[in-house]
């Protein structure tokens, strides 16, 4: 993830820079259209598709205003990081289930879609896991046990799941990831039918990041999966992560990104979309122009998002709340803005901008 910026900021500075069907969103029914003008009202009320967020765990639990805003604003949500395999299967004998259940629960008694994320990534694996001792068969075990258990654990609780996240590099090339090295590109397909064996129903995304403009990646990613159907093995859809700039990607990126995935008729996520006003980690002022650039960003991605087919539009989520807990800030160390909320849980304009662009 770390290259991301590089990659960007490289190409910012060169630059310069859809009524879904009941089964899959049981939970969400549309709202009037005329909710747009009504200020207080909830951000996901105005939308036609599901509005989510990345649930911060410890926040939600010891910050009530943010738990608050969790419950107000947001109809669809995926665990920032307590569904990884590091949190849920922390040892090879030893699942731990507590607080996504908790989360689960709670989605259940609140009638908010629970999206999995994420069963197969190259990051925040268990060490045991990490380091493996076996040939391939004892890697296809493990990996199938580790996808079976929790798919069926969460079985009509996880309305989709990340099934693989972040397997191909920039250039389009696999990722040298444990499972690539220990069990060849194949280890995709494995990982769909196991997961399709354990739960027929639930939804499979392959979820990544940088879609919204290398067309080399994206094109990658189009085909191994579009040779994987040619033989019957099949995900439903795209998360297209979308933490984009305030100034990159260009709109027209951003629509061709959409569209092309629309194209091969994938449901379509936007999975953990932030809008970052510091690309070069600087000191910055965070003025009304670049918070105005920031918004136009963000109803570009939604205006372009409102053009794909209604069944394809999964929903969107953002990759939190509050600009106070963004994993910007604490992966990058850099001071950042990139969400709907500001430190203190005032709305940004950015929030109505971007209820306005949902309910149109
Ligand atoms: O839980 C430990 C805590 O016990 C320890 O005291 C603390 C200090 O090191 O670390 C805590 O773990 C951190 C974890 O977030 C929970 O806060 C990890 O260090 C930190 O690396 C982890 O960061 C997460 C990151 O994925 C890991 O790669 C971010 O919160 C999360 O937003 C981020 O999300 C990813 C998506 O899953 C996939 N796409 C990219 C996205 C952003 O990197």
Redesign the pocket.
């Known amino acids: ?1 770390k290259n991301i910026t590089l990659l960007i900021l490289f190409s910012g500075i060169i630059g310069l820079c859809g009524c879904p069907s009941n089964e899959e969103n049981p939970i969400v029914t549309p709202p009037p259209i005329d909710s747009c003008n009504n200020a207080n009202e909830n951000l996901y009320y105005a939308s036609r598709f599901p509005i989510g967020t ?1 649930v ?3 926040a939600w639990k010891s910050d009530p205003e943010y738990a608050q805003l969790l419950s107000k604003h947001f109809n669809s949500v995926t665990a ?2 307590i569904m ?1 395999p590091a ?1 849920l299967h922390p040892d090879e004998n030893i699942y731990r289930w507590e607080l996504a259940d908790e989360l689960a629960e709670y989605c259940k008694n609140k009638s908010i879609r629970l999206h999995g ?2 069963l197969l ?1 190259h ?2 694996l268990p060490s045991w896991m990490q380091f493996f001792q076996g040939d391939e068969a004892a890697w296809d075990a493990m990996m199938k046990n580790h996808i079976q258990t929790i798919v069926r654990h969460f079985k009509g609780k996880v309305a989709a799941w ?1 099934i693989v ?2 397997a191909f590099e920039e250039d389009g090339s696999f990722r040298r990831s444990v499972w690539y090295v220990q069990l060849g590109e194949s280890y995709i397909e494995k990982a769909i039918r196991y997961a399709k064996e354990a739960d027929p129903n639930v939804l499979l995304f392959y ?3 940088n879609l919204e403009f290398n067309a080399l990646k994206r094109s990658a990613v189009l085909a191994h999966f579009g040779k994987l159907r040619a033989k019957g093995i099949t995900i439903d859809g795209i998360g297209v ?1 979308m ?1 984009i700039f305030h100034v990159y990607p260009s709109p027209l990126m951003i629509r061709e990104c959409l569209n092309e995935i629309a194209k091969e008729n994938y449901k379509i996520h936007i ?2 979309m932030d809008v970052s006003v510091n690309p070069l980690s600087v000191d910055i002022e965070y003025t009304d122009s670049v918070q105005t650039l920031q918004m136009q960003q963000y109803e570009t991605v939604l205006n372009a998002y409102e053009q794909i087919p209604a069944e394809l539009q999964y929903g969107c989520t953002f ?2 709340i509050t600009d106070k807990y ?3 800030r ?2 990058f160390l850099r001071e950042d803005y990139p969400l709907l909320f500001d430190d203190n849980y005032k709305k940004k304009k950015l929030f109505n901008a971007v209820k306005f662009a949902l309910c149109k």
């Open positions: 993830m990345a911060n765990y410890d920032e990081n990884k949190y994320h994420t990534w990051n925040q990340d996240n972040e979820n990544d990041y992560q933490h999975s953990e990759w939190g963004t994993w910007i604490s992966s």
